[in-house]
């Protein structure tokens, strides 16, 4: 039996206000801003969708060779996270941790001469994982498939006090038609 307490939504966001832009590959879907997002959390609390999942479309210029973003704990998915907790704080709150949307280059791990850097990337993904769990998130979900990382990361948690926080490790993605769209909406 699948109901709407089974179901994660996500949304998908985007810097500015009363905005709502189309997800060219994903009809009917939309990049929101916060505080379209925090009105489609309250139609999660409605519906009983139990959780949210957060992806957030970087405007261009934040995006560096490092993700730098990903650590400003004013960022666009930090914003949300409080909006939506000051609002409606029954509704669960997903994070995606990876730096795809906050690298200029697009990769989640940290590239040196045409190799990804994987412990220099796991440190920062620990990083990225507590200014969102500082903002309110209730779930990480690394999504970099970098090696270590759910381990670092549940340590850096714990030792930060946040023991309920938990994770959701993507335990592998595909190029697909279900996993293509996200990339597009994230940019």
């Keep these: 039996v699948l109901t709407a307490d089974d179901l994660i939504w996500p949304l998908f966001l985007t810097d500015g206000k009363n905005a709502r832009i189309p997800v060219a590959s994903m009809p009917g879907v939309e990049r929101l801003s916060v505080d379209e997002a925090v009105r489609d959390a309250q139609r999660a609390a409605e519906l009983s969708i139990p959780c949210i999942a957060l ?6 210029m934040l995006r560096d060779e490092i993700g730098s973003e990903a650590l400003n704990s004013d960022n ?3 914003r949300a996270i409080r909006a939506i907790k000051k609002e409606v704080p029954e509704v669960g709150i997903l994070c995606d941790v990876a730096l795809d949307p906050f690298t200029s280059h697009g990769h989640d791990g940290l590239p040196r001469d045409g190799v990804i850097l994987n412990d220099e ?3 920062v993904l620990v990083k990225q994982a507590l200014v969102q769990a500082e ?3 209730d779930i990480i979900a690394p999504s970099d498939m970098m090696d270590g990382r759910v381990g670092a990361i549940r340590q850096a948690l714990d030792q930060a006090g946040y023991t309920d926080v938990s994770i959701m490790a993507y335990a592998a993605k595909y190029a697909s038609a279900f996993y293509g769209p996200f990339r597009d909406a994230v940019g």
């Design 55 to 60: 992806f957030p479309y970087t405007d261009p």
């Design 76 to 78: 666009l998915v930090c």
């Design 121 to 123: 990337t796991v440190a």
């Design 135 to 137: 903002a309110g998130c």
